[in-house]
Structure formats: structure tokens, C-alpha cells
């Protein structure tokens, strides 16, 4: 039995959720985001609460039953407080600066990167540090993954963009000889 998709989703009486066939739609204000289910499991709604359940023992739907369960939450909770990661630049003369909708970022190349940031994604820059934050959890995460793609820390002096809480594993340089 799923220890994750037995947990009921609570959604609070801030968001609208409404339902069409296999997709469950949730409303907060103008933002409007959909779980296609594809028919993979049960829902259930009841006042505030989602349930779900699995369409049979098959191990594909035990598998569906936690993985939507889980998407489900993402949604109530990027609706209601939102997500954030923040990636740290190292380097000299590595830079970054928000112009518009467009991330321009100096890293080191021949050429400036403009990353172009989608609706509902938003970046701000504080010195070494881009703060990106949405509602939408796998979109922040693509977006996070593509910026640090640009210039992936190096293992010897940690030079690049990387997350914050991530840890740089140092390598030693060479050594003289005696």
C-alpha cells in the first residue's frame, strides 16, 4: 500500500478545484494550473480534501497512486506559498542582472546569455545570487537545471553557477615535485 497516496491532499477554502473527466483543475485568483490523471487512478473530492486511490493491484496503477498524489500537493502548495531555489555564481567577472523578462548572465563566455524567463517564473538578482520563484515546481526546476547547465561548477577552484545547498566536491591541483 502507497504510504504517500494514501494521505489526503487538503487544498483550503482559498483554492477552486473543479473537475473535467480525468483532470482535476485548481484556481487561485488568475493562476490556473491542470493535472491530466490520463485515467491511472481514483480521485475523490470532498469539501477541501482530495483523495486518491489506485484503479486496481496492478503494480503500474500502486505506482500512478503516490506519483499523483504527490503532483497534487505540488500544485495546493505552489499556489499557496510557492516555490524558490537560488543559484550561486562564483568566478571573476561572472555576473548576472535582470533586464525585463530576459536573465542576462556573464559567464565567462565569448557572448552574454539571455536566458528568457516564462510566465510564471520570476528572477531577481542580489549580488552573486539569482533568486527564481514560481507556483510551478517542475517548471522552476527545468528553469534552475537549464541556468546551471550554462557554466556547471568545475571541481578545482568551484568556479560556475551552482545551487545553493549544494555541496562542490574540491579536487587537489597538482603538486611540485621535491
Known sequence: MSRIGKLPVDFGTDI???????IITFTKGKVTMDLDTKGNVDFN???NVITF???SDAKEHRAFWGTYRALANNIVVGLTTGYTKQLEI???G??????GKVLNLQLGH???????????LEATVEKNVITLKSHDKQLLGAAAAKIRSFRPPEPYK???V???????????????KK
Open 16 to 22: 477552486k478545484v473543479s473537475t473535467s473527466g480525468d
Open 45 to 47: 473530492i470532498d469539501g
Open 53 to 55: 486511490a489506485a484503479k
Open 90 to 92: 562564483n568566478g571573476v
Open 94 to 99: 561572472y555576473r548576472a542582472a535582470v533586464k
Open 110 to 120: 565569448s557572448h552574454d546569455i539571455n536566458y528568457d524567463l516564462v510566465d510564471g
Open 158 to 160: 568551484g568556479k560556475g
Open 162 to 176: 551552482k545551487y545553493m545547498e549544494e555541496h562542490i566536491v574540491r579536487k587537489a591541483g597538482k603538486t611540485a
